[in-house]
């Protein structure tokens, strides 16, 4: 009976390759025709569908957005205001840290996007002849080199050092998102503290001084309410990246470890 189920599968087959005029219906990826897959196979057609541009696509769309809300704060003058009411320089730290992260996310995502289209050309060996120098020293091609011709075991073991490659290679954005946070709650005890610290008792019968004191009660709580504004807020946004990258980069691995059972089944 499994014989003849064979027989009838390898009928079907040649016929929809003839119907197809020679070619294999299925998926695209890589600009190549791929077969109705199963299992690992299919997994990985799933997983990588989708170029590297896609995913740039929606890190840029999301930034250039972000970027928009921005520049209406700053046409509006909240911006500036931000600025000018922080007398301890903070404000510009925080925001020197958040341009640091972002570059560095861009940057992290230029290099997830060029190994999702690596690993996409990597489903045919015809596909990584045509990608040429293009994926040399990617991650997609060191995977699949170690995988290659292995056990369960080593493969086990290469798909666990992957994903660890890669959640630490963008792990610094998440870093960064956690480092704005705490400078801003910094920056409300500096602002307490500036507060508080124009604040005698022996001052509130001198009518001049209470003037002073309420005008560094201010400024401390302007640098306080500030601060912490800037870092949420920027935080958030980089929060959102990395979010981004993490999910094109599960994308990515999800796929990678696919391909490396597909190759080793076959």
């Not at 921005?70 to 000018?84: D, M, N, S």
Request: one cysteine or more.
């Amino acid at each position: 009976m499994r014989m003849m189920k064979a027989v009838a599968a390898a009928g079907e087959a040649a016929a929809g390759e003839a119907a197809a005029g020679g070619t294999v219906a299925g998926e695209a990826v890589a600009g190549e025709t791929v077969a109705g897959e199963t299992g690992p196979a299919a997994g990985a057609i799933a997983a990588l569908r989708g170029s590297g541009r896609g995913f740039l696509l929606r890190l840029g769309l999301f930034n250039l957005g972000a970027v928009a809300l921005l520049a209406a704060a700053f046409g509006e003058g909240w911006v500036q205001r931000l600025f000018a009411a922080d007398s301890t320089g903070l404000t510009y730290v925080i925001a020197a840290v958040f341009v640091t992260g972002l570059v560095f996310g861009l940057v992290r995502g230029g290099r997830i996007a060029r190994e999702i289209d690596c690993a996409r050309s990597g489903w045919t060996r015809a596909g990584w002849a045509r990608a040429g120098g293009g994926c040399d020293g990617s991650w997609s091609g060191a995977y699949l080199g170690a995988v290659d011709g292995r056990g369960a075991g080593a493969r086990a073991i290469a798909a666990s050092a992957l994903r660890g490659q890669v959640a630490a290679r963008i792990a610094p954005v998440r870093h960064f998102a956690a480092s704005l946070v705490m400078l801003g709650l910094i920056g409300t005890v500096l602002g307490f503290i500036l507060a508080l610290s124009g604040i005698s008792a022996s001052m509130t019968p001198d009518v001049g001084a209470v003037s002073g004191m309420i005008s560094r009660l201010i400024a401390g709580m302007s640098v306080a309410l500030y601060t912490t504004l800037e870092g949420s807020v920027l935080s958030l946004w980089l929060t959102v990246n990395h979010q981004i990258l993490g999910a094109g980069a599960a994308r990515l691995v999800s796929g990678l470890v696919m391909l490396g059972e597909r190759d080793a089944r076959s």
